[in-house]
Nanobody, 118 residues
Framework: QVQLVESGGGLVQPGGSLRLSCATSGFIFRTRSMGWYRQAPGKQRELVAYILSGGTTNYADSIKGRFTISRDDAKKTVYLQMNSLNPEDTAVYYC????????????WGQGTLVTVSS
């Protein structure tokens, strides 16, 4: 079955960086667009970045210029490099495959918590 395992979260000071990873299995990774979502306390989950199977990327305005999504098809893993973090980035971060209409395709993993605080 499909598994999505996020890792790399933690506590970081404002201005700091983190790199999130999402290891996947159970589907043909190289053919899927992949996305990173986040859910802040009291808010709905939102798609913040996605990468097409060919490598084209797209970002939400809130993270544009600070975060970079990438993928390693051989490792079936998608990454999110997060720089210049601020407290508004505090959230649980999830990955998922993304449909052509930007809907998540599979059941969610456990996510990884990112807390930005001094």
């Amino acid at each position: 079955q499909v598994q999505l395992v996020e890792s790399g979260g933690g506590l970081v000071q404002p201005g700091g960086s983190l790199r999130l990873s999402c290891a996947t299995s159970g589907f043909i990774f190289r053919t899927r667009s992949m996305g990173w979502y986040r859910q802040a306390p009291g808010k709905q989950r939102e798609l913040v970045a996605y990468i097409l199977s060919g490598g084209t990327t797209n970002y939400a305005d809130s993270i544009k210029g600070r975060f970079t999504i990438s993928r390693d098809d051989a490792k079936k893993t998608v990454y999110l490099q997060m720089n210049s973090l601020n407290p508004e980035d505090t959230a649980v971060y999830y990955c998922n495959a993304v449909s052509g209409t930007l809907l998540p395709l599979y059941a969610w993993g456990q996510g990884t918590l990112v807390t930005v605080s001094s």
